[in-house]
């Protein structure tokens, strides 16, 4: 079969991190476009797409976020599966109809999440550990949703259909934790920050690899798909 070709929309501000860890996880081709540059692919012929996290709020009024969330809508509406990660869940979240709001709180750091079950959870724990930075949270699932994953900070993971958000942050290396952490000393302080800080470890990392299982799921449930369509091609030119 022909490697896979995803289109990365990388929504990071300052990207080299983000790049960096999708590249390293993910098993396909990803053909990379800068969000936050106006960058987004002029066509839909892909495998699946996803969208990486953010410092931004979907809501923001910044010139290039309704463009990226009017992409994501289209990609999806036409089937192409869709992994959203982080602001990439929320962006997902408000592309299929739901509402993303500011939390009172924020969490940051290893959290401990629960799903309920799903494919894209294959061989992961019921409850497992990830690690989590946001200020937003999705508050109405899009309709017709369904709620995988959560803890007490809101929803940790949806699924629609072919797409999946994910509110956590699996692709995370211990480098990538201690800077974004490290990067939200104005927003919450310097003693908390140097707490979390003091819980980023090779072994915290190393409980959090599990979940990068997710990562695999999806490739699987694209490569499937790309491969039930193809045996549909030759069937159909029979």
């Not at 309920?116 to 992961?124: C, H, L, M, Q």
Request: charged fraction near 25%; glycine fraction near 8%; hydrophobic fraction near 40%.
């Amino acid at each position: 079969m022909t490697r896979l070709r995803f289109a990365l929309l990388n929504a990071a501000h300052e990207a080299a991190n983000t790049r960096r860890n999708f590249r390293r996880e993910i098993d396909a081709d990803l053909v990379e476009f800068h969000a936050t540059d106006g960058e987004l692919p002029d066509h839909h012929e892909f495998d699946a797409i996803v969208i990486t996290g953010s410092r931004s709020s979907v809501y923001w009024d910044e010139a290039w976020i309704p463009p990226l969330v009017e992409y994501v809508s289209e990609a999806v509406e036409r089937g192409v599966p869709a992994l959203g990660v982080c602001y990439g869940h929320q962006v997902l979240a408000e592309a299929l109809g739901g509402r993303v709001a500011g939390m009172d709180d924020f969490e940051l750091g290893y959290s401990r999440i629960t799903h309920r079950g799903d494919e894209i959870f294959d061989g992961v724990d019921e409850t497992f550990t990830a690690f989590a930075s946001h200020g937003d949270t999705v508050v109405e699932l899009p309709p017709g949703a369904e709620l995988l994953a959560e803890n007490e900070y809101g929803v940790h993971a949806f699924r629609h259909g072919h797409s999946w958000g994910l509110q956590f942050h699996p692709e995370y290396d211990v480098e990538t934790a201690a800077d974004v952490a490290d990067g939200k000393r104005d927003r919450l302080g310097d003693a908390r920050v140097d707490d979390v800080l003091s819980t980023i470890s090779p072994e915290a990392h190393e409980a959090a690899c599990a979940v990068k299982q997710v990562f695999e799921n999806f490739t699987t449930y694209v490569r499937d798909r790309v491969a039930d369509s193809d045996q549909t091609t030759i069937r159909a030119d029979v």
